[in-house]
Every structure is written in structure tokens, then in C-alpha cells.
């Protein structure tokens, strides 16, 4: 790594909205929800994922996906994005073609244990359902240009990443991808479980760089234990310019919670919660590397997300603050 | 950076009891201190600080540091250290020299303006008292082999920091030491107010290691702004070997104290914590270097932590967990 090889820009995709509100423990207003992704769209952000098209059966935190979708501000500077699994899923989207951005996603898995216990199926199957899914999503003429990887870095299944498993599970989704003959423009790395640390980052982004150099490379991380930014900052001094974030770090373990049962659940895996939107928007401001985003105006945002969800998130930039009201005072 | 530069080992001094204990607003109970110190010995810690012999008075949670002293268990693996500022506290010190590894530090200051409104003083009036400082410990036998440099990396009062004020601080300590004829071993660098981001951590690095190469760097880092694990990575990948940390970042703003002041705390500066001690040990285990420090005993303390001080600490590897207990069950 030398002192010429970080990105002059990224894109940061906040997923502040969609993740955070799945994850809470009381219902949340629509009006806030609402609220805050209109708050968000303000701020200099260029995409916002706003909800999740799943079972309100399963998710009750988005039972009101439609009516979060219907009501909010659209900004044409922001591309509003959603998420979704199934084909029913993709034809809620869908009705709101007008507001969201649509694009398909191949979802492949790096941990054949993890894909087991958590999608219920064997690498195989998953890359069978990823065929259908791709081709529901081409009969609507949504494109499928992108690949996420999830348990690129680790899993609490599996253990340890391997570049081979990583890779591998690229490769996958791109042996998809050409049979459909469609197009992939975009891998996303997933640190599902907060396994990554900066050299691995290093290591399996590089792996994939140099397989598929013409790709943009995205990480998802979480901060699980604490590396996230430093993972984040591993991805920029590797070149990559396109992050997930959360407002706040929403999503994360809610201290709240954590209090409530404090005697056995320190060694648990809590939710782990994805990097705060404004701390890698203070690292990459602070390194010269330009987001777009007005990082005091997304703090008055991270604000307002604690008070709706009543409680601290884990940003430590939410707590202390951005360096630029100092330096105004100081007229540099 | 390439990827052999990272140390083979660190060594890292523990703050958490010193700086923990004097920040937060209720009287903790000697016996709890006694109880942290001697958990955190057991830990495979080699160095920890374990008081501050300062003016009741001024710093309440203090008041106790004879007794404290003079209760802890001694491990011989162990070297117990403290803080001092005056005469008074260096004498205090100085009667617990069989428990406490007693060593001089020169402080210097990397912004006129903090020096003013920290210590009350100019560079130039801190430089006579920093000599008169040496000259008291030595004629008491006590070595000054230590420079501390605060403001290194930035101040709220002056702004970013400049290669030349940093390397300017550490020359000034130079002198000092050169006049009173002794030998600096260590150099500290300290972020004390959190303007460090990882690239100014290599930048000012470098320019004091290119000016005493044969000086051990160590680096006092704060975790305001939640970039403090990416600088420690930016300064293990410049070879620093040394680190002060606090057990689950006690110091730290406590959450308790932000959400009874919601409204109107965020943009105030708060007080800014070290960072944790487990987030550094999984940084660097993750990474290869050896600490000596069982990570999973850590988390027991930094729970330990919390119990005693009565809230959340801010570090997300005392919530998340390490990983070997992921590794140790699958047989890894």
C-alpha cells in the first residue's frame, strides 16, 4: 500500500433504513420510517435502500414495506433501492417501479455450512434456485447485474475464509450470470459474521481483482468486533469504491437490549451490525476521498434515528462529533 | 505498506483502572478496582496502570490510590505503573516502589493553544516545568526514559495537526532529556482528542521514526470519532510495537451519561475513550502478532468491566465476542 493508491471517490449504498428496522424490537411508525429515508435522502447520499419485500409473517418489522415505499419524498438525485428473495417479493417491487431502482441480485455463499443453516439449502441447491431466480427476474425485464457473496470473510459454521472458497463462490454466480447471458457489473463481498479482518480484506479482494480486474468490487461489512472501519480502510487502500453502511451503525446489537439480559449473552452471537454510515464517511473525508455526503447533516440524521429507535447506536462519530465544526471555528 | 511489515509482537499497557475509574461520575469501591486490577493481571497483561496519585480534590475518583496500591495482588509477570503530575504525587508514587515500576516521562504538547487551556501554561513556561519535572525525579532516582507528545495528531483549540509541531514536541522532550543527560527509550505519541485518521498515523510515524530510528514509537490512541482500530492498524503496519489501551474501552463516554442528555450533547465534545483493549488483541491475533494476552479472559474482565462501573462499554468485541471459541468448536 502506498500513499497514491486510495480512491478519489466511493459510493455508499445506506442501508439504514432496511436493516435497522428489521431488527428492532417494537414496532417502528411508518411516518418515522418515513421520515428518517427522507431525512437521509438529504444529506448527499446517492442510494438508499428503503425496505424489504419479505413476510411481515417472518419480518414484522416490514409488514408496511408498501406503504414506506408509497409515501416517501422521491429526490432524483437518490436511486431508492429495496430487497427481496422470491418472486413474490420481486412483484411487490415491482408495483413500486416508478420510485425504486430495480436490479437483480445472484446471491451465492462462500460456506456451504452457512447456506445450509441459513437458506435451508446445500451450495447446489442454492446455485438451482439462483438459475429460476435470475430468469423471474429477466421474464420482468428486471437486469441482474450484480453478485453478493455472503461469508466471504468467515463463518461461524465453516471457520476461516479461504480465497478458494471466495472465489469460487464468484465463480458461481458468474457461471450463472453467462448461461442467463447476462452481465454482472458489480461483486459484492459480504463480512455476513464478522469474520474479516484488514489483511484478509487485503488478501480475498485481491483474489477477486485479479480473476475479474474490469468489476467493481463492493464490501458488506459488519463490525461485528470492532474491525470494521479498519476493514473498510483495508478495502480503500485495495482501490474498492463501493460500500454498505447503516446510518448510525442501525442494525447493531441495540445496547438497550444488550443491558436487559447482561449476566449470559456476552459470548452469544449478537446481531452484528453493519459500519456506520458517517464513520466511513469521517475516514474517507478525512483521507481526501470524496463521498458526496454532508457528514453534520447525516450526524442530525443518526439523531434522529436514535430517537425513533429509543435507544444509543454504536457510531462513535455519532458521539463525537465531526472534525469540521472545529475547524470552521478555527477559519480553516 | 506490504504485507511483512506488521510487528511479530506488541507490547500493550493497560489504562483501563486509571482512566476508567477517574471519568465516571459515581464513587467506585476501592475493593472493585482491587478486583479489576487483579483479574486483569491474570490475563496475560504485562503492563498495567493501575492509579493516578492526583489531588482528591480535583479528581474524586482518586482519592483512593494509596489503598488501591496497596491492596492489589503483585504478579511478577506484571509491572504495575501510575500516574503522577506535581512533586507531591511523584513522592506518593514513591512509597509504593516495591509494588510500582516507578519511570519519569517527559509531556510535551503539540499545539500552543492546548497547552494553554489543558495545562495553563505556554510551550515555553512547559518546557521550565518539564525540566524542573526531570530534575525531581532524578535526584530521587527515578529514570525519565519516556517522551509523551499530546496533541500529536490534531487539537479542538488548533486545528490539524503538522509534521513539523509533532516532530517540533518531540525535539523539544529531546532537549530537555539531552540537558539532564539521560537516555529516551520511548517516544508516545498521543491522539488526545481524536483527529488521528490512519494516513496522518503513517505521515507523522514516519517523520518521527526517520528522526530517531532507534526509538521505540508507542502510540496513546482515542477512540472518539470510532477511527481508533484503523489508526492502530495504520501504526502496526508502520512496525509501532506499543500500545496504551483500555479494558472494553472504559473512559470511554459512558452511553448512561449520553441518553440522560440526549437532546443536546452530540456535537459537545465528549470525553473521548482509548481504545479497547480486546479490539486491539483481536486486531492483532487476527493479524498474526502475538500479545500474550488470552483474548477470551480479556472479555471476561471487560464484562467485569461493565458490572463495576454499572453500564455498557463502548467496545464491539466485548459484544461480539472473539472467535476462537468459533475455532475451538470446530476443531480448528
Redesign the interface.
Known amino acids: 500500500?502506498?500513499?497514491n493508491d486510495?480512491p478519489a471517490s466511493i459510493q455508499i449504498t445506506e442501508e439504514g433504513p432496511r436493516e435497522g428496522f428489521q431488527i428492532e424490537p417494537g414496532p417502528i411508525a411508518t411516518t418515522d420510517k418515513v421520515r428518517l429515508i427522507n431525512a437521509l435522502s438529504e444529506t448527499g447520499l446517492r442510494t438508499i435502500q428503503v425496505c424489504s419485500f419479505v413476510s411481515g409473517r417472518l419480518v414484522p418489522g416490514w409488514v408496511d414495506a408498501d406503504d414506506v415505499v408509497a409515501a416517501l419524498r422521491k429526490r432524483d438525485s437518490v436511486d431508492y433501492t429495496a430487497l427481496w428473495f422470491n418472486a413474490k417479493g420481486m412483484h411487490r417491487a415491482l408495483a413500486h417501479a416508478e420510485t425504486l431502482t430495480l436490479t437483480g441480485c445472484i446471491h451465492t455463499v462462500a460456506s456451504d455450512a452457512f447456506c445450509q443453516s441459513n437458506l435451508n439449502r446445500t451450495l447446489d441447491e442454492n446455485t438451482t434456485a439462483m438459475r429460476a431466480h435470475t430468469a423471474t427476474h429477466q421474464e420482468q425485464g428486471i437486469e441482474v447485474k450484480k453478485i453478493m457473496v455472503m461469508a466471504a470473510f468467515?463463518c461461524?459454521f465453516?471457520?476461516?475464509a479461504t480465497v478458494d472458497k471466495t472465489v469460487g463462490a464468484v465463480d458461481t454466480g458468474m457461471a450463472i450470470a453467462n448461461e442467463a447471458q447476462t452481465s454482472i457489473t458489480e461483486i459484492a463481498l459480504a463480512d455476513t459474521m464478522?469474520?474479516a479482518?484488514?489483511?484478509?480484506i487485503?488478501r480475498i479482494v485481491g483474489a477477486v481483482r485479479e480473476r475479474w480486474p474490469d468489476i467493481a468490487i463492493k464490501l458488506h461489512l459488519h463490525?461485528?468486533?470492532?474491525?470494521?472501519?479498519?476493514n473498510?480502510?483495508?478495502g480503500l487502500?485495495m482501490g474498492v469504491t463501493r460500500f454498505d453502511t447503516t446510518v448510525g451503525g442501525l442494525g447493531g446489537?441495540p445496547?438497550a437490549a444488550?443491558?436487559s439480559s447482561?449476566t449470559d449473552d456476552?459470548?452469544?452471537?449478537?446481531p452484528?451490525g453493519n459500519i456506520?454510515t458517517?464513520?466511513l464517511v469521517?475516514?474517507a473525508s478525512?483521507?481526501g476521498i470524496e463521498t458526496g455526503v454532508d457528514i453534520d447533516a447525516l450526524?442530525d440524521v443518526g439523531?434522529m434515528a436514535?430517537?425513533i429507535v429509543g435507544?444509543?447506536l454504536?457510531?462513535?462519530?455519532?458521539?463525537?462529533?465531526?472534525?469540521s465544526?472545529?475547524?470552521n471555528a478555527?477559519g480553516?
Not at 197 to 200: G, Q, S, T
Not at 223 to 230: C, E, F, K, P
Not at 266 to 270: D, E, F, I, N
Request: aromatic share 8%; net charge positive; charged share 20%.
Open positions: 500500500m502506498n500513499t486510495l468467515g461461524n465453516s471457520g476461516d464478522g469474520w479482518n484488514p489483511r484478509l487485503e463490525d461485528t468486533r470492532g474491525l470494521g472501519i479498519a473498510a480502510y483495508a487502500g446489537c445496547f444488550k443491558q447482561r456476552v459470548y452469544k452471537p449478537l452484528p456506520a458517517e464513520e469521517l475516514l478525512e483521507l450526524l439523531k436514535e430517537s435507544h444509543s454504536p457510531s462513535a462519530t455519532l458521539r463525537g462529533g465531526s472534525l465544526s472545529y475547524r478555527l480553516a
